[in-house]
């Protein structure tokens, strides 16, 4: 199969999500984007684009948000990729982008849940320099931290 270049996008638009996102299992994040503005200094949103004979296609999408009330300088990130494009490279350029974000936004300490057997997910993170550690009783998950 040739593979489409893709594009990132960021900002307030309109998402049209379609059949690439439609058939990701679980939490998408596609749920969470809402077709919504991000608040600037506080949460952002990339989607990752390729041309379709409809129009595009959301083949990725990348967010992150502030953790918690208390703690302005930590935000948790999510990601999610189109089945056939995994291991294309997608999921590093959106994890890098978030990364560079949230630290221009003022966090210093980003963090995610990853699904404990999601080896490709997980030697991303150790790539990217997050620190992979177990999240106390509950073994099918794990916590994954990097400062910015």
């Known amino acids: ?3 489409k270049p893709f594009r990132l996008s960021s900002g307030c638009q309109p998402l049209r999500v379609t059949r690439a996102l439609c058939s990701t299992r679980g939490n998408s994040i596609s749920r969470r984007l809402n ?3 991000t608040r600037p200094g506080r949460d952002f949103a990339f989607v990752a684009t390729i041309p379709a ?3 595009i296609d959301i083949v990725g999408a990348a967010q992150y948000v502030r953790a918690n009330k208390r703690s302005r ?3 948790e990130f999510a990601i999610t990729v189109a089945e056939d494009l995994r291991g294309s490279g997608l999921a590093a350029k959106l994890l890098a982008s978030l990364v560079r974000r949230a630290r221009r936004d003022g966090y210093a300490t980003m963090e ?3 699904i404990a057997d999601n080896t490709p997910m997980l030697e991303l993170a150790r790539k ?3 620190i992979v550690e177990p999240v ?3 073994a099918t998950v794990v916590r994954v931290q990097r400062a910015l």
């Open 1 to 3: 199969m040739r593979r």
């Open 35 to 37: 077709a919504a503005c």
């Open 53 to 55: 004979a409809d129009g």
């Open 73 to 75: 300088k930590t935000c």
């Open 112 to 114: 995610g849940l990853v």
């Open 128 to 130: 990217l320099k997050f």
């Open 136 to 138: 106390p009783g509950d």
